[in-house]
């Protein structure tokens, strides 16, 4: 791997019918911390809630976040461990990403390529289709019930998921529209001052 190595990932939602999907490039020398903040900035996640990534490795789970001391479980710590020590086109080209442990959004992060970097900015979001759900909607099922109410307009409770989309941020909320030219990556590191663990 050269030090300007790219890695390219099809982050995918799952259980979304039709798919809700992004294609990212980030760095090679990305931690899982890094890849966190640009999968949440690239799916339009605010980042209100915890999450992890998971790998699985035979029998093993390989579990990676920000570990905090009261927990019982183990895991490794995503502000260490590189995205290079745990991708590989051949070996484990697939993680599992869980944003929300309410709702459990869960993602598949799918390694596509390693590409070589052409010297611009990093991370990059290239296509991708449909939007983002709302922020604490019930998690998938959630989701799509909320769609089937804000497309009847003689639903007893439309108005009021329209007043609830409105007050959280999402006027005028198509879940059909995503343009990756409007997506905005935060820098990992000023994130992270206001991650508490």
């Not at 260490?80 to 990403?97: L, N, Q, T, W």
């Not at 989309?165 to 409007?182: H, I, M, R, T, V």
């Amino acid at each position: 791997m050269a030090n300007g190595d790219i890695y390219q990932f099809k982050v995918t939602l799952r259980g979304s019918k039709p798919p809700i999907w992004r294609r990212i490039q980030v760095p090679a020398n990305y931690n899982f911390w890094d890849l966190h903040v640009a999968i949440a900035d690239v799916m339009g996640w605010k980042d209100y809630h915890l999450h992890l990534f998971e790998f699985s490795k035979g029998h093993q789970h390989v579990r990676i976040t920000t570990p905090h001391p009261d927990d019982f479980e183990e895991f490794l710590n995503e502000n260490v461990e590189k995205i290079a020590e745990h991708f590989s086109v051949d070996g484990s080209p697939k993680a599992m990403y869980e944003y929300d442990f309410g709702d459990k959004w869960q993602h598949d992060v799918v390694l596509e390529k390693i590409v070589a970097s052409d010297g611009g900015e990093y991370p990059r979001c290239f296509t991708g289709k449909r939007a983002c759900p709302p922020e604490d909607c019930g998690g998938i099922y959630g989701f799509y019930d909320l769609l089937k109410t804000l497309a009847n307009e003689n639903h007893p409770e439309h108005a009021e998921i329209v007043e609830w989309l409105e007050d959280c941020g999402y006027d005028n909320y198509n879940p059909a529209q995503f343009d990756a030219s409007k997506v905005v990556f935060e820098d990992p590191v000023e994130r992270a001052k206001f991650n508490v663990p």
